[in-house]
């Protein structure tokens, strides 16, 4: 079947640290990856997303790369921002289905 | 242009009661797809609808039901409301090209539907 495991948080860290958020998947046949944001009181946002193996996807400083032999999609920015504070979603579409499997999230608090 | 829009934004309900939540896509966008997100969880998917017929259902009980109209808004719709249905509803718009993979959503506000 499809899944989408993420690392729990929250994750705190300080402004300008180094981000990684961690993502692995199961999936039968070549699914779509996608990473959503979502900040308090909203929808979800598309953050960025990966179509096949060795795909990187970026957006806002924020990157992740499709890696197929470890079945994975772990998020990282290199800065991160007060304003990046927000839940994470490592999310996949699986083939011929716009259905969306999502991970658990994982909050990110950045203090000043 | 505008977004996927959803209503209502907040919804109070008590339980047994049935509750219709509505969608209008992306202007354009030909699927709609519904999904229910438990507080500190991910979204779980209900339904997808594209063309007016249902493509794809989850693991929901039959009192979950939805329907796509001949302009692409689309209807879910609650039945004999538990008080484990209280969840942020979301509403996303794709557009699907017949055969071909669509790979991005674009998700409405959400409604969020409290059972008392």
């Known amino acids: 079947g499809n899944s989408v495991t993420q690392m729990e948080g929250p994750v705190t860290l300080s402004e300008e640290a180094f981000l990684t958020i961690n993502c692995t998947y199961t999936a039968t046949g070549y699914p779509s990856l996608f990473w959503y944001v979502q900040y308090p009181g909203e929808g979800l946002q598309l953050l960025l997303k990966?179509?096949?193996?060795?795909d990187k996807g970026s957006n806002k400083g924020f990157e992740a790369t499709y890696r197929k032999e470890t079945t994975s999609f772990h998020l990282e920015k290199g800065s991160v921002q007060v304003s990046d504070s927000a839940v994470y979603f490592c999310a996949l579409s699986a083939y011929n289905f716009n259905k969306f499997y999502f991970g658990s999230g994982t909050k990110l608090n950045v203090k000043p | 242009d505008a977004g996927v829009t959803q209503s209502p934004t907040h919804l109070i309900k008590t339980r047994g009661q049935h509750v219709t939540l509505r969608c209008s896509p992306i202007s354009g966008h030909k699927s709609v797809s519904w999904y229910q997100q438990v507080l500190g969880q991910g979204p779980q998917f209900i339904f997808q609808?594209?063309?007016?017929?249902?493509?794809g259902r989850g693991n929901f009980p039959d009192r979950f039901s939805a329907r796509q109209f001949p302009n692409y808004s689309s209807e879910l719709n609650v039945n004999a409301l538990l008080l484990g249905d209280s969840a942020l509803y979301l509403c996303?718009?794709?557009?699907?090209?017949?055969?071909?993979?669509?790979?991005?959503?674009?998700f409405g506000p959400g409604t969020r539907l409290t059972v008392t």
């Open positions: 990966a179509t096949k193996a060795d």
């Open positions: 609808y594209y063309e007016k017929e249902e493509r």
């Open positions: 996303a718009s794709s557009f699907t090209l017949e055969g071909l993979r669509s790979y991005e959503q674009y």
